[in-house]
C-alpha cells in the first residue's frame, strides 16, 4: 500500500462521495407476501413487470392490472402487483418467498427444480446485426445515469425494441437490472429484439430472457456451461460482446 493514501470515512463524505442506495422490496400479489428483494429503488414500475413476466407469474404485461408502490421510511417499499384469481393462485402454489441479496437471483428457491424450471423453446430468429449490438452499447454506456451519479456500483442492462428505441435500466443487482429493463420494454407493447446486460451470464438471466420471449441475449462476460446449454435447448440467440474483443455467438437459434 506504499504511495497510497487510504481516504477515511470523514474524507470521503467531505470528497462528496456517495453510495448506490440499496433498500429491500417487497413484491406483494393482490396484497399477499411473494418475494423480497434487495435492490436500488428506482424505477419500481419497470420492476415489477419485468420480474412478474420473467419468473412467469404473468404472461405478459397486460395481464397486470394494476401496480400499487408504497415507501415505509426505512424499513424499505412495497410493490403490490394486482392480477387475476387464477394467476394468483398458481403464483401461490409456486411462492418462492425469498430474501435475495441483490448479487444472487436464486436465493430461498424452495427446491432445486424450482430453480431448474422448464422453458418453452422461443421461435428461431436470426442473431442481432453488429451494428444494432454496438448501437445498444453506446446507449448503455451513455445512459447510465446512477452509476454516473454515485461512481459506480450498478449493473445495467437495455432492452433493444423493435421500432430502434431503447430503454435502458440500472441497479445494484444483475437480476434486478435485467427484470427493469425487461419491464421498461415489456409495458411499451413493442417487441423486444434482444436486451443486453454488463453483468456475467448465468444460467438465471437466460431463463428471465427465454421466459419474456425475447429471442436474444448479449453479454459483457462469458456465459456458464449451464447458461450455455439452457440457450442452445430454449433456441436463444446467447452472444457475448467482450468490450475491446468483439463478439462471439455462444449458441444461434434454429
Same mark, same amino acid.
Given at each position: ?51 412478474a ?31 387475476d /384469481? @387464477? $394467476?394468483?393462485? =398458481? !403464483? &401461490? +402454489? ?13 436465493? *430461498? ?6 430453480a431448474?424450471r422448464p ?10 446485426? /453488429? @451494428? $444494432?449490438?454496438? =448501437? !445498444? &452499447? +453506446? ?13 459506480? *456500483? ?8 423493435a ?10 443487482g ?5 427484470d427493469? !429493463? &425487461? ?14 446486460t454488463?453483468s ?28 450455455v ?26
Amino acid at each position: 500500500m506504499t504511495g497510497h493514501h487510504v481516504h477515511t470515512p470523514e474524507e470521503a463524505k467531505a470528497c462528496g462521495l456517495t453510495l448506490a442506495p440499496e433498500a429491500p422490496v417487497a413484491f406483494t400479489l393482490n396484497g399477499e407476501g411473494f418475494a423480497v428483494l434487495m435492490a436500488t429503488p428506482q424505477d419500481l414500475e419497470d420492476f415489477a413487470i419485468g420480474f412478474a413476466v420473467s419468473e412467469g407469474i404473468l404472461p405478459s404485461a397486460a395481464d397486470l392490472a394494476a401496480v400499487h408502490l408504497q415507501a415505509h421510511d426505512a424499513l424499505g417499499f412495497t410493490v403490490d402487483l394486482q392480477i387475476d /384469481d @387464477d $394467476r394468483f393462485f =398458481e !403464483a &401461490l +402454489r409456486r411462492r418462492r418467498m425469498l430474501t435475495g441479496t441483490a448479487g444472487c437471483g436464486l436465493c *430461498g428457491v424452495d427446491s432445486l427444480s424450482a430453480a431448474m424450471r422448464p422453458l418453452s423453446p422461443l421461435q428461431g430468429t436470426d442473431l442481432p446485426e /453488429d @451494428d $444494432r449490438i454496438q =448501437e !445498444a &452499447l +453506446r446507449t448503455l454506456t451513455e445512459r447510465q445515469h446512477l452509476s454516473d451519479t454515485y461512481g459506480g *456500483g450498478l449493473h445495467a442492462a437495455v432492452a433493444a425494441l423493435a421500432n430502434g428505441e431503447y430503454a435502458v435500466r440500472e441497479d445494484i443487482g444483475r437480476h434486478n437490472a435485467l427484470d427493469k !429493463a &425487461l419491464g421498461a420494454g415489456l409495458k411499451t407493447g413493442v417487441a423486444i429484439d434482444f436486451v443486453m446486460t454488463t453483468s456475467r451470464c448465468s444460467a438465471d438471466l437466460v431463463q428471465k430472457t427465454v421466459t419474456c420471449g425475447v429471442p436474444s441475449l448479449v453479454v459483457m462476460a462469458s456465459p456458464s456451461d449451464l447458461a450455455v446449454k439452457l440457450s442452445e435447448n430454449a433456441n436463444l440467440n446467447l452472444l457475448s460482446c467482450q468490450r475491446g474483443h468483439g463478439i462471439i455467438c455462444y449458441t444461434q437459434a434454429k
